[in-house]
């Protein structure tokens, strides 16, 4: 069996399972935001449940529109701080503590190896690179799981992905991930579970196979899932709030498919408007001109995101004729970031530094775009009017272009900065 | 049942922000999101359908966030149902789970031509083209998401599974 199959056996207390399958299984963990949560909580109530399945089992973050932009999104919050008094949940993240949720739950120890986590939010496939089984679901689904702490699933086929070479001076775990998309498609990996494997996503920091799980969904899977190793398990201890499980692939499980990259050939890229799958290296792309640089989000929101991003700053300034917004995408990134003298740099830059929140990622707030602009994001999606108007374009890149970008005022690479 | 309608085309990827967009999500009340069903795939849409009409798509409908407002817009605009060639796994999942009756058929997505009128038999997947007298076949719905069809969406069935525990 895969590392998938597995996982979903023993949450169904199963010996084996095959794809295809439906079946019912545990959850160790269940997830909603300030969007999805007000139709979740409103359909759990219509189930009849009094009682959320356990409390210290169900999370909820307000991180999209929140801190509150307005007063509708005031109200959604609410709903979820009400909700969570009222069940007593262990996990609720008010703002101040509160974190962009994919970034800010495997930070604090809450998703661990070996997990069968949902969530009302696509990008919950990000805990895959623990080596859990996580996928997103609907507010619906959610309401029904806080009731029963199951959920049904169709045991997925498994894709395998194995990078093999080296990376390129800048050249991370979004670019891997850019160039597999823009390899399938955005239906490439439709109800599969998609793992990572090789040479290079083992030598790979678990920022970057962060940032390869979450954008998955970007390719249609159901989820994205990396074998835990020693860098898994170093990231794990001191921080894991429950005990863990290591799972593996087995040498004879089955794949769909599987292909092979050399990464030796893979340079920064761009996923250009309207889809993901629309992948260009960033060098042929360097006379777009540019209106905003967004960087953040649970894409590339971490502390190493930031780093690369303020490497490539370094004492330059953001182009007179751009804007450069940058969210820490939790608490402990900011504090993180200020203590290494990063955010100093940012604001030196003329850029703007943001408490955490999903903000401009999904057009929500903090950032929106005006008609015809154009924004290079490290976020993960690029659909019409997703950061604003309908009229404007998201390029979507890795912090070191983003970075450069914002100094250039066009796309571009670290390089043509002497980098 | 049987449902029947006019058709409304729409292309492949169509992703969930189009459906919804994001600018709209600071509420979940149906009547609210359906003003803006599809409307930065079509600025036109919310003031052109009608209840009843159905909408006919390429491949990957739905695809992107899991925002279960996007079947809900689309539920609530009056909208029977969705044929296209595939759905995305988490709309797909989330049309089932409120109610809203999706049919993935290539051959029907192929077919159809914006103002057609269709008629759909979701017990046996059997679709009709009444204006061009086709008939096409939707893949067969698992017997489970019928079982969900069945109850009337999710919340019904866990309410009911939970009743007889």
């Not at chain 2, 029907?108 to 009709?128: P, T, V, Y």
């Not at chain 2, 893949?139 to 525990?165: D, H, N, S, Y």
Request: aromatic share 6%; net charge negative.
């Amino acid at each position: 069996m895969t590392i998938t199959e597995k996982i979903l056996a023993a949450h169904a207390g199963r010996k084996e399972v095959s794809p295809g399958e439906l079946i019912n299984a545990r959850v160790d963990l269940i997830l909603a935001n300030d969007i999805t949560a007000p139709i979740a909580i409103r359909e759990f109530g219509k189930i009849g449940a009094e009682k959320v399945f356990d409390p210290a089992r169900v999370a909820f973050v307000p991180d999209h529109f929140a801190p509150q932009k307005d007063i509708k999104a005031a109200e959604q919050c609410r709903m979820l701080r009400l909700f969570s008094r009222d069940q007593g949940l262990e996990l609720y993240f008010e703002v101040g503590r509160m974190g962009v949720e994919h970034a800010l739950l495997p930070e604090q120890g809450h998703v661990v190896p070996g997990d069968l986590v949902i969530g009302a939010d696509s990008h919950t496939c990000t805990y895959g690179a623990l080596g859990a089984f996580s996928t997103g679901v609907g507010s619906t689904d959610v309401a029904a799981s806080m009731a029963t702490g199951e959920c049904w699933f169709k045991v997925p086929e498994s894709m395998k992905f194995i990078y093999y070479g080296s990376l390129g001076r800048w050249v991370g775990g979004k670019d891997l991930i850019l160039h597999t998309i823009g390899d399938i498609g955005v239906d490439g990996a439709l109800y599969r579970a998609m793992e990572f494997e090789g040479e290079v996503v083992r030598a790979l920091p678990m920022a970057g196979r962060l940032t390869m799980c979450n954008m998955a969904i970007e390719a249609g899977g159901k989820s994205g899932i990396i074998v835990p190793d020693e860098t898994t398990e170093a990231y794990v201890k001191g921080r894991a709030k429950r005990e863990y499980t290591l799972y593996s692939s087995d040498p004879d499980a089955e794949y769909v498919d599987i292909r092979e990259y050399d990464c030796t050939k893979i340079e920064p890229l761009v996923a250009c408007p309207h889809l993901p799958s629309n992948v260009r290296p960033a060098r042929e792309l360097a006379d777009t001109a540019i209106d905003q640089v967004v960087i953040g989000s649970c894409t590339n929101g971490r502390i190493e995101d930031l780093r690369e991003a303020a490497e490539v700053i370094g004492g330059r300034k953001v182009n007179p004729n751009l804007r450069m917004i940058v969210i820490p995408a939790t608490q402990a990134v900011y504090k993180q970031a200020l203590k290494e003298g990063l955010i100093e740099i940012f604001i030196d830059a003329d850029a703007v530094v943001s408490t955490p929140t999903c903000g401009p990622c999904l057009g929500g707030h903090m950032g929106i775009l005006a008609k015809g602009e154009r924004a290079v994001a490290t976020t993960n999606r690029n659909f019409v009017g997703r950061m604003g108007h309908p009229e404007s374009e998201v390029y979507l890149s890795n912090p070191a272009v983003a970075a450069a970008t914002a100094v250039l005022g066009r796309i571009g690479l670290p390089d043509e900065l002497g980098l | 049942m049987l449902i029947r309608g006019r058709t409304w085309r729409f292309g492949s990827d169509i992703d969930t922000d189009a459906i919804i967009p994001a600018r709209y999500l600071n509420t979940s009340d149906p009547v609210e999101l359906a003003k803006h069903v599809m409307e930065d795939a079509d600025p036109e849409f919310p003031g052109k359908v009608k209840s009843g009409d159905i909408i006919v798509a390429d491949k990957n409908f739905g695809c992107g966030s899991s925002r279960e407002h996007a079947p809900i817009a689309i539920k609530a605009a009056g909208i029977q149902a969705v044929v296209a060639k595939s759905f995305a796994r988490i709309f797909y999942r989330n049309a089932f789970n409120i109610g809203l009756p999706i049919f993935e058929s290539p051959e029907a997505s192929e077919k159809i031509q914006e103002g057609d009128e269709i008629e759909i038999d979701a017990d046996s997947g059997l679709i009709r083209n009444l204006t061009r007298n086709e008939e096409y076949r939707a893949r067969p719905i698992p017997p489970f998401m019928q079982e969900l069809i069945k109850a009337g969406g999710l919340v019904e069935w866990t309410r009911r599974k939970i009743e007889t525990a």
